[in-house]
Every structure is written in structure tokens, then in C-alpha cells.
Nanobody, 124 residues
Framework: QVQLVESGGGLVQAGGFLRLSCAASGRTFRNYAMGWFRQAPGKEREFVAAIAWSGGRTNYAEPVKGRFTISRDNAKNTGYLQMNSLKPEDTAVYYC?????????????????WGQGTQVTVSS
């Protein structure tokens, strides 16, 4: 089992920035790839970004490329999502998940453990 806790969400104006954190406990965090997903009201959970266990590979959804940066600190058992130039359409609950399988899957069902989510609201 891996327990994940997201933090760092909040209300921000368009053009602003936020840094989300995902703190892991339980099994060794560095054994897992990590992903960030988001879910807006009435919509399905969608892929945002993913990072390999070593941090050496990343994958981003097109809408966030160039604005968001995923990273991790395995010594602190924590992953991050730096979100810059935020837009109202980025408003959603953001979730982190981890997967032990190879690859940086953009599919939610490819992830074994999830956090409870953190709300991000971007006002226009």
C-alpha cells in the first residue's frame, strides 16, 4: 500500500501560479512512476503529467505543455506539480497517483494508488 496526500491547491487569478505537492508514505516511493490527473465537475478524470521513478522521463498533456512542470524528490518521498500561467480552464480537483508498471501511462486505470485530491480554482 502507498498512501498519497496532495496539498497546495487554492484560488488564484488567471496568469498566476501554484505548486502542488504529493506526499507519499508506505511502500518505497521511488519504486513507482507518478502521475498528476485532474477532474472538473461533470467531466472524466484527465491526464496532466507523469514522471518516471528516477525523474529522468516525463510526459505532459498538450493543454499544459510549456506551463506545468512535474518533478519529484525521492529522498523526501514527495512529488510536485508546478503550474504557471494558469487559465480558468485549469480549474479542477487535482489528484496524484502512482504506478509500478513500466511506462508513463496517461490512463487513470494505469495507476494503483491515489490521493484524495486538492482543489484548484482559477478565476478570470
Amino acid at each position: 500500500q502507498v498512501q498519497l496526500v496532495e496539498s497546495g491547491g487554492g484560488l488564484v487569478q488567471a496568469g498566476g501560479f501554484l505548486r502542488l505537492s504529493c506526499a507519499a508514505s508506505g511502500r518505497t516511493f521511488r519504486n513507482y512512476a507518478m502521475g498528476w490527473f485532474r477532474q472538473a465537475p461533470g467531466k472524466e478524470r484527465e491526464f496532466v503529467a507523469a514522471i518516471a521513478w528516477s525523474g529522468g522521463r516525463t510526459n505532459y498533456a498538450e493543454p499544459v505543455k510549456g506551463r506545468f512542470t512535474i518533478s519529484r524528490d525521492n529522498a523526501k518521498n514527495t512529488g510536485y506539480l508546478q503550474m504557471n500561467s494558469l487559465k480558468p480552464e485549469d480549474t479542477a480537483v487535482y489528484y496524484c497517483g502512482v504506478r509500478s508498471a513500466y511506462g508513463l501511462s496517461p490512463q487513470p486505470n494505469g495507476y494503483s494508488y491515489w490521493g484524495q485530491g486538492t482543489q484548484v480554482t482559477v478565476s478570470s
